[in-house]
């Protein structure tokens, strides 16, 4: 986790003075964000329907989906929402 700190900065993202999810930007091209298709200025508004509004309930997010075998991420880029879908393999 560490090390995907330093790969891109994290900001929490609000609309009308609520939040709205996480924006990523500064992302380094070529490591884990970029790859998984990621880009500057997008914001992850949910992973798998659980809404991503606070810091701690990223991080209660990330504690039920760290086994999960699929994710879906709904996110905002510029002014149109996209779904993205992970297959995760463990190998």
Do not use: C, W
Request: charge should be positive; glycine fraction near 8%.
């Amino acid at each position: 986790m560490n090390g995907l700190a330093r790969t891109a900065r994290i900001i929490p993202a609000s609309a009308n003075g609520r939040a709205t999810g996480f924006r990523f930007v500064a992302i380094k091209p070529n490591t884990f964000y970029a790859r998984i298709g990621l880009q500057n200025g997008d914001v992850v508004r949910a992973i798998n329907g659980h809404e991503m509004t606070s810091p701690d309930r990223a991080l209660e997010v990330y504690s039920k989906l760290r086994s999960a075998s699929h994710l879906n991420l709904a996110i905002l880029r510029g002014s149109q929402p996209i779904n993205i879908d992970y297959d995760i393999v463990v190998r």
